[in-house]
Nanobody, 124 residues
Framework: QVQLMQSGGGSVQAGGSLSLSCVVS????????VGWFRQVPGKAREGVAS????????YYASSVKGRFAISHVNTNNTVILQMNDLTPEDTAMYYC?????????????????WSQGTQVTVSL
């Protein structure tokens, strides 16, 4: 049974930093994508970043490139999203997701497994 346990997030002032962690367990194919998505009420879920665990190829949305960094820790299959220089526009519910198939990295329907989500709030 695949499980994604997410931690981190919270509230911070603009310009601050937060990190999110996602531990992926139970996934048989060690070569898989782990992505971070975010969603605000009334809007579609948006791809933020993704990493392919085999090659460490990384993908970022243009809105976060240069500010966010995604990384993978092999030992416990943890994916970390480091978020720097946060702005109020980054306020959203953040989710991690895992996929064993290739496809557009930012499409939520490419991912079969999801975490419970955590709120990130950035204030002025």
């Amino acid at each position: 049974q695949v499980q994604l346990m997410q931690s981190g997030g919270g509230s911070v002032q603009a310009g601050g930093s937060l990190s999110l962690s996602c531990v992926v367990s139970g996934i048989r194919d060690l070569r898989h994508y782990v992505g971070w998505f975010r969603q605000v009420p009334g809007k579609a879920r948006e791809g933020v970043a993704s990493i392919y665990t085999d090659t460490r190829d990384k993908y970022y949305a243009s809105s976060v490139k240069g500010r966010f960094a995604i990384s993978h820790v092999n030992t416990n299959n943890t994916v970390i999203l480091q978020m720097n220089d946060l702005t109020p526009e980054d306020t959203a519910m953040y989710y991690c997701a895992a996929s064993t198939r290739s496809g557009p990295w930012a499409r939520p329907d490419n991912y079969a497994y999801w975490s419970q989500g955590t709120q990130v709030t950035v204030s002025l």
